[in-house]
């Protein structure tokens, strides 16, 4: 039987689903080039639907008589999809708040170890409990109760909220304005909720909590239109210079591809503006299709930077070299057959580029230079 107290329950995670699925729907709508980063936020949203989901399941199947072994079989099942999920969600904001502070770079070998292995721990747990019992047990009168291990993994999940609270701390310079709120306002209203559920927990408000919280942080964090070339849809100048004084900061490595089309005003005179730009759009792209690591950028009405974080010289140059090759060939769009001169340079930190003024002089500091082929870095000032 059903009564009002499951009817609060099921009322609460219902708008938290609600609330879960409308991401997802905006994420599908408003479709955008997924990189790690995105992808793991994908994946926050969806195992907060799932658990919304799990919640709902699990208290219609307490409400409704039926064969023990059947009600048995269900409420393990609906348990440890709920644990398996609900405990990854701290693990998936920390990694998620590494990227965003652009320091995924320093987390190698040891440390990554270090990071990931509490999160494997409390997995494993929750996976086994149906032989060993450690987060919970159901006995044959259908009693639910929680063991020890259900307060490691707690623990395990409160480490990994506070190390994401330490990335945002440690890093909050490289956040702007609506970030930083968009970040605070997350963390206050989990923390609000899941206190609100540890005092009162007929009210099961923590999931709804997680749900607006992270609809917030989609809506100001995953949002980077005014980062956009509008046209192309490459990265533009100003998130360039920002990206790159991160990279310059934190001593991130990397490889970048300098592209000038040199033939743009005689194509501007034979093109209407409208239709040089949708070339520009096939140029962008392809450049994308590269790599998905790689990020594209539009720094000029006829110049593209393509970004390499954390690539050798020499992967990085056979790319330019593809790339080079690319521009030997036709461009086409709606029929028009365009032929684009490129001139394509290739550089790196390694090459000893330590600020943006050297990253734009290296650009700047190809017209020096004749060559039917890629530039590279040690030929640009010989």
């Given at each position: 039987m059903?009564?009002?107290?499951t009817?609060?329950?099921?009322?609460f995670?219902?708008?938290a689903?609600?609330?879960s699925?409308?991401c997802?729907?905006y994420?599908?709508?408003?479709?955008?080039?997924?990189?790690l980063?995105?992808r793991?936020?994908?994946?926050?949203?969806?195992?907060?639907?799932?658990?919304a989901?799990?919640?709902?399941?699990?208290?219609?199947?307490?409400?409704?008589?039926?064969?023990?072994?059947?009600a048995l079989?269900?409420r393990?099942l609906?348990?440890m999809?709920?644990?398996?999920?609900?405990?990854?969600?701290?693990p998936?904001?920390?990694?998620?708040?590494?990227l965003?502070?652009?320091?995924?770079?320093?987390i190698?070998?040891?440390?990554s170890?270090?990071?990931?292995?509490p999160?494997?721990?409390?997995?494993?747990?929750?996976?086994?409990?149906?032989?060993f019992?450690?987060?919970y047990?159901?006995?044959?009168n259908?009693?639910?109760?929680?063991?020890?291990?259900?307060?490691?993994?707690?623990?395990?999940g409160g480490?990994?909220f506070?190390?994401?609270?330490?990335?945002?701390?440690l890093y909050w310079?490289?956040?702007?304005?609506?970030?930083?709120?968009?970040?605070?306002?997350?963390?206050?209203?989990?923390?609000?909720g899941?206190?609100i559920q540890m005092?009162?927990?007929?009210?099961?408000?923590?999931l709804l909590?997680d749900?607006?919280?992270?609809?917030?942080?989609?809506?100001?964090?995953?949002?980077?239109?005014d980062?956009r070339?509008y046209?192309?849809?490459?990265?533009?100048?100003?998130?360039?210079?920002?990206?790159?004084s991160?990279y310059f900061?934190?001593?991130?490595?990397f490889?970048?591809?300098?592209?000038?089309?040199?033939?743009?005003?005689?194509?501007?005179?034979?093109?209407?503006y409208?239709?040089?730009e949708?070339?520009l759009m096939e140029?962008?792209?392809?450049?994308?299709?590269?790599?998905?690591?790689y990020?594209?950028?539009?720094?000029?009405?006829?110049s593209?930077?393509?970004?390499?974080?954390?690539t050798s010289?020499?992967?990085?140059?056979k790319?330019?070299?593809?790339?080079?090759?690319?521009?030997k060939?036709?461009?086409t769009?709606?029929?028009?057959?365009?032929?684009?001169?490129?001139?394509?340079?290739?550089?790196?930190?390694?090459?000893?580029i330590?600020d943006?003024?050297?990253?734009?002089k290296?650009?700047?500091?190809g017209?020096?230079?004749?060559?039917?082929?890629?530039?590279?870095?040690?030929?640009?000032?010989?």
């Amino acid at each position: 039987m059903i009564n009002d107290q499951t009817f609060g329950v099921i009322a609460f995670n219902l708008s938290a689903l609600i609330v879960s699925v409308t991401c997802i729907i905006y994420k599908l709508i408003i479709p955008s080039r997924l990189k790690l980063r995105n992808r793991i936020f994908n994946s926050l949203i969806i195992i907060l639907a799932i658990d919304a989901f799990s919640n709902i399941y699990g208290e219609i199947i307490r409400g409704y008589d039926m064969a023990h072994e059947t009600a048995l079989f269900l409420r393990n099942l609906n348990e440890m999809l709920y644990f398996a999920t609900h405990f990854a969600i701290a693990p998936i904001i920390a990694r998620y708040t590494m990227l965003k502070c652009g320091i995924e770079h320093k987390i190698r070998g040891f440390k990554s170890v270090a990071v990931h292995l509490p999160f494997i721990i409390s997995e494993l747990m929750i996976l086994t409990n149906p032989w060993f019992h450690l987060i919970y047990s159901i006995d044959n009168n259908l009693v639910y109760s929680r063991q020890w291990g259900v307060y490691v993994v707690y623990a395990i999940g409160g480490l990994y909220f506070i190390l994401s609270a330490v990335f945002v701390f440690l890093y909050w310079d490289m956040l702007n304005k609506l970030e930083r709120i968009a970040v605070i306002y997350f963390y206050v209203l989990v923390l609000i909720g899941t206190l609100i559920q540890m005092i009162f927990s007929n009210i099961s408000c923590e999931l709804l909590c997680d749900a607006i919280g992270t609809m917030g942080m989609m809506l100001i964090l995953e949002n980077d239109d005014d980062r956009r070339d509008y046209t192309t849809k490459a990265y533009n100048r100003n998130a360039l210079i920002n990206d790159m004084s991160i990279y310059f900061k934190y001593k991130r490595p990397f490889n970048v591809i300098f592209i000038d089309i040199l033939n743009e005003e005689i194509l501007r005179r034979l093109l209407t503006y409208a239709d040089y730009e949708k070339i520009l759009m096939e140029v962008v792209k392809y450049l994308k299709s590269i790599n998905e690591k790689y990020d594209v950028y539009r720094v000029g009405v006829n110049s593209f930077f393509v970004v390499c974080p954390e690539t050798s010289e020499k992967k990085t140059k056979k790319a330019a070299g593809e790339i080079f090759s690319r521009f030997k060939e036709f461009w086409t769009y709606r029929g028009r057959i365009v032929t684009l001169n490129a001139r394509i340079i290739q550089a790196g930190t390694g090459d000893g580029i330590s600020d943006l003024d050297k990253l734009f002089k290296a650009h700047g500091s190809g017209v020096n230079v004749d060559k039917d082929g890629v530039i590279y870095y040690e030929e640009l000032f010989g």
